[in-house]
């Protein structure tokens, strides 16, 4: 099991936690179980599933600002699509290369598969002629949370 959903009282997706950190929520009466592991027990607890919070969570500070870049986070943002050939994206590919002083950022890196990476190499896409199918950006949070 990957983990448990944890919903804030609106419905809205949270995040996921533990089993055993799910269980700690319940002991705390911070959390009641809205989905359950049928005929599954831990101590008096159904194996729960999903969890919704007693309190309402605000969290317009997780979104006041641009998510934080990763290379699992710029793969959903381009739905594992290469931006070159229009493949299966496996891998992520800076524009402006890392040995010339590209970063990671948002605006510098798109999903790409093996081959294009590889034909691409240490050169922007202009110089290898290799235009892009779409232009990299700054995602929503929502582009690039996991799914509930």
């Not at 798109?110 to 896409?125: F, L, M, Q, Y």
Request: charge should be positive; proline fraction near 7%.
């Amino acid at each position: 099991m990957s983990g448990v959903m944890v919903l804030n009282t609106d419905n809205t997706a949270l995040h996921t936690v533990s089993v055993p950190h799910a269980i700690r929520m319940l002991i705390r009466r911070v959390a009641i179980i809205e989905e359950a592991v049928a005929d599954q027990q831990i101590g008096p607890y159904p194996v729960p599933l999903v969890l919704r919070l007693i309190r309402y969570v605000k969290t317009t500070f997780l979104y006041g600002r641009a998510p934080a870049w990763s290379k699992r986070s710029v793969l959903r943002r381009d739905g594992h699509t290469c931006a070159y050939c229009g493949g299966h994206g496996t891998t992520i590919d800076h524009l402006l290369p890392v040995s010339r002083g590209g970063r990671n950022t948002w605006l510098n890196t798109v999903c790409a598969c093996e081959g294009c990476n590889r034909r691409k190499a240490d050169r922007t896409p202009s110089e290898a002629g290799m235009p892009l199918r779409f232009a990299s950006r700054v995602p929503l949070w929502r582009e690039v949370s996991p799914r509930p």
